[in-house]
């Protein structure tokens, strides 16, 4: 399972540990965590490359080589049945070259920006031809070809016949991730915000329309969860947009505080450019929280647990959070829609289950069962 980045991807995490309980899970982290001996990550095994120091054309093509020749090496140790990329860029490209060299079969899980194109933000696989390199190679090589949400399966069915594509989300902990006695302050509507402090994310046009909700209600607070390197120019604008009082940066938090403060909010507001799948937004959901957000990744598919916006439209965005905050029925309506959706999709063992028969239908051809996973 080539791709594999145990810095922040406890989604990621959760979701291996479901299949390591019934596969041999072994991953190749290409970049990171840093190099090292293999360690067992909950179920299944890391074996680190370590190569984040290796960047353009060269270091790209010794990523590329030494994550094949890990698979290689593995595969003699103990076969493989499938091998699975985490990520259609490079770790694609490990995983369809080597699933050629083993006549082994292929699965790749988009999970990113690999379609995406964004200049001005500097994002997306597609910016450059050694990535639209990699994903047209990884697309046309892979046996079977995962993302999870209808907006990514919709942009993959231009490249990727229905045969081979499949929508397969990240699971979540419903007990974790469950409705509870919230905790924010009485009378107060909080709008939460869960994820990095980065360009994709578009926090810019999430103060701004933060700064029109909050004109007319002064008890409006907007919490921000995540670090990044654009902290301190957000809060320059919150300063400058009048709003700084009522915007609070949390930075990096312990997951296991998340829940709490998704119990506590009014709203989650996703504002993000682009998203796979969004997981703030299952999590969000699974704790019965109505979600507010531009139309990427999963919003559309929760249903009427979700109110969606155009990306980068601030002022539509504002218009939606206020409706939102305001109407204490529609938040009842909205988060019992979201909780319902997260049980009925993204419970984590189903997703398990789901990525266990995507392995077990790939094996079924040459010998009718899933022993190894990669």
Known sequence: MPGYDARGLPA???????IGREHDVRVVALRHPPPGPAFDGGGFTVHRLGASADKGVSGRTRVLAAGVRAVLRLHAQR???????????????????????????????????????????????????????????????????????????????????????????????????????AAGTPGQRTVLSVGSLEPVKDHVTLLRAFAVVSRDRRDAQLRLVGHGALRSSLERLAERLGIAGSVEFLGRLPRDRLPD??????????SSRHEAQSMAAVEAAACGLPIVGTRVGCLPDLGDGARTVPVGDHRSLAAAMSSALDDPEA??????????????????????????????????????GARGVS
């Not at 379609?115 to 990535?131: C, E, F, N, Q, W």
């Open 331 to 368: 938040q009842h309506q909205m988060g019992g829609a979201a909780r319902a959706a997260a049980i009925a999709s993204y419970e984590i063992d189903a997703a398990g289950t789901l990525w266990s028969a995507c392995y077990t239908g790939s094996c079924s051809d040459r010998r009718g």
């Open 261 to 270: 403060l998704y119990r506590s909010a009014t709203i989650l507001c996703v």
């Open 12 to 18: 990621v995490t959760d979701l291996l540990s479901a």
């Open 79 to 181: 076969p493989f049945d499938v091998l699975h990329a985490l990520w259609a860029d490079e770790a694609g490209v490990v995983a369809v070259l080597a699933g050629r060299l083993l006549r082994r079969r292929v699965m790749v899980s988009v999970m990113g920006g690999e379609l995406v194109s964004m200049p001005d933000i500097g994002y997306g696989s597609a910016l450059g031809r050694g990535g639209r390199w990699s994903v047209r190679l990884v697309l046309r090589g892979a046996h079977l070809v995962t993302c999870g949400s209808s907006i990514l399966h919709d942009a993959l069915a231009e490249r990727v016949p229905a045969s081979r594509l499949r929508t397969v989300p990240l699971g979540v902990d419903l007990d974790l991730f469950s409705p509870g006695p």
